[in-house]
């Protein structure tokens, strides 16, 4: 399994009331297939597509966690990702554990307060397979705070960041869930040691406006790959989930938010003909 760069988005899962019915959920919205995982205690499902590890599902073990897709950054060191994180104003919520002979994770919140994860790798780098349908592509943080969240992940991760237009262009992922184009400025991070711009870039942060609710909170929205983004919100409807927003086209494609039959919250992206 190739490595991964640091600060390189290298894995998501979700947290789930009902690991079965995730499965038959993102088993038939996406194609993939299961086993039995042994990074975490508790029930826990690797995805495959095509054979290829792509995600995972989990059974949540406290019912008061969010039912949620979450990150992972890739580190090299992550006692030294943990000390930097608090440094800088972030939390830590779950101290480094590790996860057999897998890799070493830990878990922590941005000055925001939005949520994601480490991983050190072991034995397993992370996805492998990424960019091509039914596996991951994208990730953004929304927040209100993005100055402060701004410096935090180009402190930590050693994000360059590039701005994408003006507010109140239509940008990438603009906004919150729907709000694409709603002038809501977008910047994209790019690893350190890359030129930074959209070309090179592995995530982005967006801005929760006004127009939400003030109890929103600050959040990661993680994207999948598909090959037709109106099939996939109409199938993710058929088996139970919502589509809160709608697919539209972006200057990178055709998008669309969707929740899953739990209510996990995830993006797809069919990318543009070439």
Known sequence: MAAFAHSAPCWVDVQLPDLEAGKRFYG???????????VAGGAYADALSDGELVAALAAKQDGRMPTAWGIYFATDDIVASVALIRQQGGQVITEPVRAGR???LAQ???PGGAVFGLWQAGDRSGFQKQNEPGSFCWTEVYTRQKDRVDAFYETVFGFRGTDLGEPGADEPGTGDPGAAGSGVDF???SPEGTEPGPDTAVGGRGVITDAFPAEMPSYFLSYF????????AE??????GRVPAAPF???YGRMAVLHDNQGAVFAVLQPPAS
């Open 102 to 104: 897998h890799g070493v």
């Open 187 to 189: 910047r994209v991070w």
């Open 28 to 38: 038939e919205l996406f194609g993939w297939t299961f086993r039995a995982g042994d």
């Open 235 to 240: 199938s993710a409807v058929r088996l139970g």
């Open 225 to 232: 790959a598909v090959a037709d983004c109106d099939a996939i």
């Open 249 to 251: 086209d972006i200057p």
């Open 108 to 110: 922590a919140a941005d």
